[in-house]
């Protein structure tokens, strides 16, 4: 295995158990947010469309990144979007008044 | 490739621990809020970075598509309404896991092209990365197709599709088995159509009342797609927030399936929500249709409402269906006014996702400290004067309670028919999505009234006012 193959399964497992440690703390009303939210985390994988894109030759590999790009930023801005229309709803309280 | 310069390493370092602090402040719906937008943060800042790095080609394309996606995503997510949340959220999922297969194959395609001079065989993180990619995109378009209304929501399970499954399956293991081996680059096209037609296949034959469990799985998956794409372009942010991502889909999974008492492979399997076809349910619908039930009217449901000092509602698809919630919430109010203790009683699987009903009734402005999930509310049914079911079936089930032979003994369901009365809100007595008869309608201190949730919940709020 490679150097950079083992700090990659690192930084993979320690974050498996942050990511669990930190999820689990959720409370049941916010599941549908918290899934919303991390549907736009995942939208991260931008990043990896937009270097692709940026080092793609050909309308093959342009085409293929071009997507993958339209696709992530898509899911990325919709995530958070969505996730912040959700959260706004959630009071203790009731409003005041109609909207 | 693209070099790693020292401050995109450390942007992206920061961009993860944003997400961190982001997602903790989940924790409470009171600073929820505030966490989205911390996540919102850290992606701006891994955005920036990226786009900042020095040998970067394509930065015109890069910028049109971030904007056609940006746009497109922003104008989805605005418009959407609060009760086509289901199906925004698979369809986002899709997105992902569409995005993470797409880098896959592109940076196969790059790798490929100076394989001639090196010698190449595919990396084992690539096609993970294309196959649960594709397995995502296609799974989540299917069930967005579902959740739409565009596919059938019955549970469809056939003996070819069972064999088509089996055969794409092993297409997956023996072309990425090629492919690791050095094999021609056409198999990795091979994979890819087995991969999407794998997420079709897996997604057709589960039903309706199973789609907290798919929905959730399939979020696991693009974030393990997304954490697959980031061994292959060694970047740590992607790492780091796919796995993140992964490990929320798997936990929600599990207590999916454990709301359910079933494991992952009998939901994704068993073939459960065809369940009207399995003898024995249909033998307990035949007998069921036998039994009498007591129905009640509007004005007697509004008189026994006005007399009582506790209410326990529990809402269900029907509530989501009718998109009842509001009128729910008014009928709710009108009750506390008149010194009725209301609260309402969620059940992890009611609905189409997880926490489906908390999002619904938070848009009705039901302030969430009067929702309360099985644990915390099973108890109170006994010392409550009614609970007012509406729309919700298998999650009120004592079958699963009692009935060894029931398809759903052993799942932990909502206690409705320890209240002192019980009524069900239903628009006939046809069994659920899962086809299983519901001993409850059955029960001396059950009343039905027919009808579809919004209605019926309308009318029993005009005959309370006009009564006074």
């Given at each position: 295995?490679?150097?950079?193959?083992?700090?990659?399964?690192?930084?993979?497992?320690?974050?498996?158990?942050?990511?669990?440690?930190?999820?689990?703390?959720?409370?049941?009303?916010?599941?549908?947010?918290?899934?919303?939210?991390?549907?736009?985390?995942?939208?991260?994988?931008?990043?990896?469309?937009?270097?692709?894109?940026?080092?793609?030759?050909?309308?093959?590999?342009?085409?293929?990144?071009?997507?993958?790009?339209?696709?992530?930023?898509?899911?990325?801005?919709?995530?958070?979007?969505?996730?912040?229309?959700?959260?706004?709803?959630?009071?203790?309280?009731?409003?005041?008044?109609?909207? | 490739?693209?070099?790693?310069?020292?401050?995109?390493?450390?942007?992206?370092?920061?961009?993860?621990?944003?997400?961190?602090?982001?997602?903790?402040?989940?924790?409470?719906?009171?600073?929820?809020?505030?966490?989205?937008?911390?996540?919102?943060?850290?992606?701006?800042?891994?955005?920036?970075?990226?786009?900042?790095?020095?040998?970067?080609?394509?930065?015109?394309?890069?910028?049109?598509?971030?904007?056609?996606?940006?746009?497109?995503?922003?104008?989805?997510?605005?418009?959407?309404?609060?009760?086509?949340?289901?199906?925004?959220?698979?369809?986002?999922?899709?997105?992902?896991?569409?995005?993470?297969?797409?880098?896959?194959?592109?940076?196969?395609?790059?790798?490929?092209?100076?394989?001639?001079?090196?010698?190449?065989?595919?990396?084992?993180?690539?096609?993970?990365?294309?196959?649960?990619?594709?397995?995502?995109?296609?799974?989540?378009?299917?069930?967005?197709?579902?959740?739409?209304?565009?596919?059938?929501?019955?549970?469809?399970?056939?003996?070819?599709?069972?064999?088509?499954?089996?055969?794409?399956?092993?297409?997956?293991?023996?072309?990425?088995?090629?492919?690791?081996?050095?094999?021609?680059?056409?198999?990795?096209?091979?994979?890819?159509?087995?991969?999407?037609?794998?997420?079709?296949?897996?997604?057709?034959?589960?039903?309706?009342?199973?789609?907290?469990?798919?929905?959730?799985?399939?979020?696991?998956?693009?974030?393990?797609?997304?954490?697959?794409?980031?061994?292959?372009?060694?970047?740590?942010?992607?790492?780091?927030?796919?796995?993140?991502?992964?490990?929320?889909?798997?936990?929600?999974?599990?207590?999916?399936?454990?709301?359910?008492?079933?494991?992952?492979?009998?939901?994704?399997?068993?073939?459960?929500?065809?369940?009207?076809?399995?003898?024995?349910?249909?033998?307990?619908?035949?007998?069921?249709?036998?039994?009498?039930v007591r129905e009640i009217s509007i004005a007697d449901a509004a008189?026994l409402l006005?007399?009582?000092?506790?209410?326990?509602?529990?809402?269900?698809?029907?509530?989501?269906?009718?998109?009842?919630?509001?009128?729910?919430?008014?009928?709710?109010?009108?009750?506390?006014?008149?010194?009725?203790?209301?609260?309402?009683?969620?059940?992890?699987?009611?609905?189409?996702?997880?926490?489906?009903?908390?999002?619904?009734?938070?848009?009705?402005?039901?302030?969430?400290?009067?929702?309360?999930?099985?644990?915390?509310?099973?108890?109170?049914?006994?010392?409550?004067?009614?609970?007012l079911v509406i729309?919700?079936?298998?999650?009120?089930?004592?079958?699963?309670?009692?009935?060894?032979?029931?398809?759903?003994?052993?799942?932990?369901?909502?206690?409705?028919?320890?209240?002192?009365?019980c009524i069900v809100i239903k628009r006939?007595?046809?069994?659920?999505?899962?086809?299983?008869?519901?001993?409850?309608y059955?029960?001396?201190?059950t009343m039905m009234l027919f009808g579809d949730a919004?209605g019926a919940v309308?009318k029993l709020?005009?005959?309370?006012?006009?009564?006074?």
């Amino acid at each position: 295995m490679s150097p950079v193959l083992i700090t990659q399964l690192t930084i993979f497992a320690l974050a498996v158990f942050v990511g669990f440690e930190v999820i689990s703390k959720v409370p049941v009303v916010l599941h549908t947010p918290l899934m919303s939210g991390t549907n736009a985390i995942h939208g991260i994988v931008v990043v990896g469309g937009i270097l692709v894109l940026g080092s793609a030759h050909g309308w093959f590999e342009v085409s293929l990144g071009f997507a993958a790009v339209v696709f992530g930023a898509a899911n990325l801005a919709g995530g958070f979007v969505v996730t912040d229309r959700m959260l706004e709803m959630f009071r203790s309280k009731p409003r005041s008044g109609k909207r | 490739m693209i070099a790693n310069p020292t401050y995109l390493q450390l942007s992206y370092l920061a961009a993860a621990i944003l997400f961190i602090f982001g997602l903790k402040r989940l924790s409470s719906p009171a600073h929820a809020r505030s966490g989205n937008l911390i996540a919102a943060a850290g992606m701006a800042l891994a955005l920036v970075a990226t786009l900042m790095a020095p040998d970067l080609g394509h930065r015109g394309l890069i910028l049109t598509a971030l904007a056609i996606g940006g746009v497109a995503g922003v104008i989805g997510a605005r418009r959407v309404a609060i009760t086509d949340m289901p199906q925004m959220v698979a369809l986002l999922n899709g997105l992902g896991g569409g995005a993470a297969a797409l880098v896959s194959a592109n940076e196969f395609v790059q790798v490929s092209h100076h394989a001639f001079v090196h010698g190449h065989a595919a990396s084992f993180t690539n096609l993970f990365g294309l196959a649960i990619g594709s397995i995502s995109f296609a799974g989540s378009l299917i069930a967005f197709g579902k959740l739409q209304g565009l596919v059938s929501e019955k549970a469809l399970t056939s003996g070819a599709l069972r064999i088509a499954n089996i055969v794409v399956a092993t297409l997956i293991v023996l072309a990425s088995g090629l492919l690791l081996g050095g094999g021609a680059a056409a198999w990795y096209w091979v994979l890819m159509a087995a991969a999407l037609g794998f997420g079709v296949g897996m997604v057709m034959p589960i039903g309706g009342a199973d789609m907290p469990v798919v929905i959730s799985l399939l979020n696991s998956f693009t974030g393990l797609a997304a954490a697959a794409t980031g061994f292959t372009l060694d970047n740590t942010a992607l790492i780091i927030s796919g796995t993140l991502v992964g490990a929320s889909g798997t936990l929600l999974t599990q207590l999916m399936c454990k709301a359910m008492n079933r494991s992952i492979t009998n939901v994704l399997f068993g073939g459960f929500g065809a369940g009207a076809s399995s003898s024995g349910t249909a033998a307990g619908g035949a007998a069921a249709t036998q039994k009498p039930v007591r129905e009640i009217s509007i004005a007697d449901a509004a008189v026994l409402l006005a007399n009582i000092r506790s209410l326990i509602i529990v809402p269900g698809y029907g509530m989501a269906v009718a998109q009842a919630q509001h009128a729910v919430r008014e009928l709710a109010d009108l009750l506390a006014a008149h010194g009725v203790e209301v609260k309402y009683a969620i059940h992890p699987v009611a609905g189409r996702m997880p926490g489906h009903m908390n999002v619904l009734l938070a848009e009705a402005n039901v302030p969430y400290t009067q929702l309360f999930d099985l644990d915390q509310i099973n108890s109170d049914f006994a010392h409550t004067d009614v609970a007012l079911v509406i729309g919700a079936n298998d999650v009120v089930n004592p079958a699963a309670r009692t009935d060894k032979s029931s398809p759903i003994y052993g799942m932990p369901v909502l206690d409705a028919d320890e209240a002192q009365h019980c009524i069900v809100i239903k628009r006939s007595m046809n069994p659920g999505f899962a086809g299983i008869d519901n001993p409850l309608y059955y029960e001396p201190n059950t009343m039905m009234l027919f009808g579809d949730a919004k209605g019926a919940v309308t009318k029993l709020l005009e005959e309370l006012k006009s009564s006074g």
